[in-house]
């Protein structure tokens, strides 16, 4: 079946460091893969996306490639601030029509100033 | 253009009660969606409608929730009897094909059953 992995949190980090959150995930076929943020107070928001292998999402200073030798899509930024402070999921679709999204259980990641 | 709203914010209730929740999509989007994330799982799909109709309910857990869609507006999820295990996060989203199917997430509703 389908499933996503992504590491545990929270993550906590001082401002400008270097992120990564690791995701990887099982599909059949050719999945489109994404990364959600939610801010505080807020709803999801789509952060970046990509649809096949090689892409390269990018949004916001964040970017992940879709790597389908080893099924993953690491999340990752040069310098974080700490308004990027909210709880990050991983997701696929299994295909990039009318799907359910299948996430992972967030990661929550804290800046400090 | 306005987005996703869902009613209530938050919503209380004891268990054995029955709890409505309300989604507007986007206007025009054809597709909705009902998600839900129970404290510190993953986000899980319940259901999926096409315009008026239940085109996927695979993930709905069992017959204690109802989801409606009537003219192909808003929708409606009601848990009827509520048990504990259903407190959490219930984020709706919508979609359209000319925006490749791109969803887009309501605010959520959380329901804490007591």
């Known amino acids: 079946g389908n499933s996503v992995t992504q590491m545990e949190g929270p993550v906590t980090l001082s401002e400008e460091a270097f992120l990564t959150i690791n995701c990887t995930y099982t599909a059949t076929g050719y999945p489109s893969l994404f990364w959600y943020v939610q801010y505080p107070g807020e709803g999801l928001q789509l952060l970046l996306k990509a649809t096949k292998a090689d892409d390269k999402g990018s949004n916001k200073g964040f970017e992940a490639t879709y790597r389908k030798e080893t099924t993953s899509f690491h999340l990752e930024k040069g310098s974080v601030q700490v308004s990027d402070s909210a709880v990050y999921f991983c997701?696929?679709?299994?295909?990039?029509?009318?799907?359910?999204?299948?996430f992972g259980k967030g990661t929550r990641l804290h800046i400090l100033p | 253009e306005a987005g996703v709203t869902q009613f209530p914010s938050h919503s209380v209730i004891e268990k054995g009660q029955t709890v409505t929740l309300r989604c507007d999509p986007i206007s025009g989007h054809d597709n909705l969606y009902w998600y839900r994330r129970v404290m510190g799982k993953e986000i899980k799909f319940l259901l999926h409608f096409v315009k008026e109709s239940k085109q996927d309910e695979s993930g709905m857990p069992n017959n204690r929730f109802l989801a409606e869609r009537t003219g192909g507006t808003y929708s409606t999820l009601k848990v009827q009897p509520a048990e504990l295990e259903d407190s959490g996060v219930y984020f709706c989203?919508?979609?359209?094909?000319?925006?490749?199917?791109?969803?887009?997430f309501g605010p959520g509703t959380r329901l804490t059953v007591t």
């Open positions: 997701a696929l679709t299994p295909s990039n029509r009318d799907d359910k999204i299948i």
């Open positions: 989203a919508s979609s359209q094909w000319e925006q490749g199917y791109e969803q887009y």
